[in-house]
């Protein structure tokens, strides 16, 4: 088995759709010190990234702010022909391109590599970013002094956004790639994203889709049954891969053996019809258990969190209702929902504790608009939990 590529949008690179993703392999979240290191654990993301080449998922994809991983992964690149692979990393946003410039030799020094495929801005998760970006003397002036110089190939972005960032970061014109999420669980929400990323030609890398995507990792036995005779976690492959826009997925390896169910779901599925009857088993479930009328309209119309009374973000809190009540996903329901309002921009908005006090006239294009604060009131009850809620780069 081996795994396909795709043209990587203005790129031109051939990316395989499967990427090597480095956040969940390395020693913890936070930087250590060389020697403080386990062996036990270096050598078995040595082995999970040979795993990865041999099985043709030649992107390796990381960040400064994945604690040790850069380093991490800088002992064992060198040993590898660096034509065999593509490297990506990120770097947050940062007020001058000095700043940006200084992180980015901190993260040079620990890949050990002199030049990365890929280097992505990471976090363009508010309106203000883009600004803070583009302006004179900001990161994206900083990316384009180091692609002068031979050491950075590709300018990107990643966002755990919406539509009323994305969108406009992709319409600048300034990225050849945008890491984003998106999969069955976020559309349609976050499909304008992909959209207008398509729209600029731009290489589109799909974030934790088996996460993010509803927990699959362990799935629940509904959603486990309606995907059958696929894995959810390979149907979700399949369902963003068989969009010609979606180019490549991060599959968050923690072990060698992480990548097989991915790899033979590609290798073997990526044309397969199953792939949509499946999608309308799904529907068709959805549409019973919580009507028509609802699975078709509820994201319209609704506000963005920066427009609504408190910041209550309603897209997400229906979101998580929605898929909850659905398809059984109350433990990735209650795991989002606590991230709101503690975890800052990479998580932004509030939960929906205040209903009652609220103006709901921002609703006033929802055809839903008389249902929706009873049903946000019914998703904290359900999902809220006295304790603060951490980012995984945070636990």
């Known amino acids: 088995m081996s795994v396909p590529t795709r043209r990587f949008g203005r790129t031109e690179v051939q990316m395989p759709v499967l990427s090597c993703g480095g956040m969940r392999y390395q020693q913890g979240w936070d930087d ?27 992107h390796i994809e990381t960040a400064r702010g994945y604690g040790p991983s850069e380093m991490q992964l ?63 003397g900001g990161c994206v002036e900083a990316v384009r002094k180091l692609q002068q110089e031979g050491r950075v190939r590709f300018c990107g972005f990643s966002t755990h956004g919406g539509p009323e960032v994305v969108v406009p970061a992709c319409e600048t014109g300034e990225f050849d790639y945008v890491n984003l999420h998106w999969y069955f669980i976020y559309d349609p929400l976050h499909w304008p994203m992909v959209e207008a990323a398509a729209k600029q030609d731009m290489g589109v890398f799909i974030i934790s889709p088996n996460d993010k995507g509803g927990m ?27 969009r010609p826009e979606v180019h490549t997925l991060s599959i968050g390896a923690a072990k ?24 309308q088993r799904i529907i068709r479930s959805l549409e019973n258990d919580l009507g028509a009328d609802w699975m078709r309209h509820w994201h319209e119309g609704l506000p963005f969190y920066l427009d ?19 398809l059984g996903l109350r433990e990735f329901a209650k795991m989002r929902y606590n991230l709101l309002g503690n975890a ?18 921002c609703l006033k294009n929802s055809r839903f608009a008389d249902r929706i604060p009873d049903l946000l009131k019914e998703a904290h009850a359900l999902y809220w939990e006295d304790k603060e809620a951490k980012r995984l780069s945070e636990s």
């Open 256 to 279: 060698p053996s992480d990548f097989e169910e991915h790899v033979e779901a590609v290798s073997r599925h990526l044309d397969d019809p199953i792939v949509g009857d499946i999608e």
């Open 216 to 242: 699959l990792y362990k799935p629940t036995e509904k959603m486990a049954a309606l995907c059958n005779p696929l894995t959810p976690m390979q149907w979700n492959d399949l369902y963003c891969l068989q």
């Open 32 to 58: 250590l010190e060389p020697e403080k290191i386990d062996p036990k654990i270096q050598d078995n993301l040595e082995a999970t990234v040979h795993r990865a080449l041999e099985l043709g998922i030649s």
């Open 74 to 136: 800088g002992w064992v690149l060198p040993e590898i022909d660096r034509e065999s692979y593509l490297l990506q990393t990120k770097i947050g946003v940062k007020e001058t391109a000095e700043e940006f410039l200084e992180v980015f030799e901190t993260s040079m020094k620990n890949l050990q590599v002199d030049y990365v495929d890929f280097l992505s801005i990471h976090g363009i998760n508010l309106p203000e970013h883009i600004d803070t970006c583009l302006k004179k």
């Open 344 to 361: 800052s921009h990479w998580f932004p908005g509030q939960q929906a504790a205040e209903v009652d006090s609220v103006d709901w006239s």
């Open 308 to 326: 609504v009374p408190g910041e209550i973000n309603v897209r997400e809190i229906l979101r998580l209702w929605t898929f909850d009540r659905g």
